[in-house]
């Protein structure tokens, strides 16, 4: 079936670190694959997005490479601000399924001054 | 400028009461979906709709329905709830069609505490 699995959390960093959270994913074809960021009270938005192999999804200094070799989607910041910390979801849409997202457990930021 | 809307944004309710949550959206999107997100599980699909009339079985569709009679709108009723049903709940629209690339956007959710 399809999944995603995601490095768990809380991850505490100081300002201007260097951020990487993983993501795996199991998935029949090529499924499309997602970054939503939750900040505290609010709902899902999306980050950033890739649709096959290779592809880079990029936003707000944020970016996400598609690896379909390793089944992964890591996302990366080289430098976080404070007004990073929210909660990160790794999604994949799996082809042919209608854009029904199957996401990963979530895994909670914190960045301090 | 278009939205999604949810309410109650927070309902308490007890165990076997029947309980509606409304999702509202301006986009004019065709697809619609609820999910239920817990501590651990990440969000969970609960039910979906393609369009008016149109209602799907998502993951965790045990003890809830869906029903589309208009493009705005698809509430979600627990028929009768229960504890395991405390969670947050987040209502989401996309468009156009089925494609996979499409961008989901959501609601701000409703806690929901069931006693």
């Known amino acids: 079936g399809n999944s995603v699995t995601q490095m768990e959390g809380p991850v505490t960093l100081s300002e201007e670190a260097f951020l990487t959270i993983n993501c795996t994913y199991t998935a029949t074809g090529y499924p499309s694959l997602f970054w939503y960021v939750q900040y505290p009270g609010e709902g899902l938005q999306l980050l950033l997005k890739a649709t096959k192999a290779d592809d880079k999804g990029s936003n707000k200094g944020f970016e996400a490479t598609y690896r379909k070799e390793t089944t992964s989607f890591h996302l990366e910041k080289g430098s976080v601000q404070v007004s990073d910390s929210a909660v990160y979801f790794c999604?994949?849409?799996?082809?042919?399924?209608?854009?029904?997202?199957?996401f990963g457990q979530g895994t909670e930021l914190s960045v301090k001054p | 400028d278009a939205e999604i809307t949810q309410s109650p944004r927070h309902k308490i309710t007890e165990t076997g009461r029947q309980v509606t949550l409304a999702c509202h959206q301006t986009w004019n999107h065709n697809n619609m979906f609820w999910y239920r997100q817990d501590l651990g599980h990440g969000l969970r699909l609960i039910h979906y709709s393609y369009g008016v009339q149109d209602t799907n079985k998502g993951e965790v569709s045990d003890g809830y329905s869906v029903s589309r009679s208009n493009t705005e709108d698809l509430p979600l009723t627990l028929e009768s709830a229960a504890s395991s049903q405390t969670s947050v709940y987040f209502c989401?629209?996309?468009?156009?069609?089925?494609?996979?690339?499409?961008?989901?956007?959501f609601g701000p959710g409703t806690r929901l505490t069931v006693l």
């Open positions: 999604a994949l849409s799996p082809l042919g399924q209608g854009g029904k997202l199957i």
């Open positions: 989401a629209s996309s468009d156009p069609g089925l494609a996979a690339t499409d961008t989901q956007y």
